[in-house]
């Protein structure tokens, strides 16, 4: 398995990049313009698929997670609380992004889009 590789000039994580001239295989920065040569020619790519319950459980633990934002401003139908976490995601059946709330009552965990 291959680690991930940072720049050395600014720390962003760095992307395989193909040299078509020298047919070689790059690590490039998307920040800066540093670039250098792969040691190994092989790129592994990991693609999760969740399902759909996974995907409700991921919803249940972000009115736990401090980097998301809050509101008061707005008030759960279920239990009546006055805090929700917020957030935007792109929904399947949708074009665009969909804003999602979470109930913050621990004991609630009820969600609902705007």
Request: net charge negative; hydrophobic share 30%.
């Amino acid at each position: 398995m291959s680690t991930m590789k940072f720049c050395r000039e600014c720390n962003n994580i760095l992307y395989p990049k193909e040299d078509r001239e020298q047919k070689d295989l790059l690590y490039a920065c998307r920040n800066c313009d540093h670039q250098e040569v792969a040691e190994n020619n092989c790129v592994y790519r990991n693609v999760v698929d969740h399902s759909v319950d996974e995907f409700t459980q991921v919803l249940e633990d972000v009115a736990s997670d401090p980097t998301l934002p809050r509101t008061k401003s707005v008030r759960c139908a279920t239990c009546g609380h006055g805090e929700a976490v917020f957030f935007q995601a792109t929904t399947r059946s949708e074009d665009g992004m969909t804003l999602f709330f979470v109930c913050c009552n621990p004991s609630c965990g009820n969600r609902w889009r705007d």
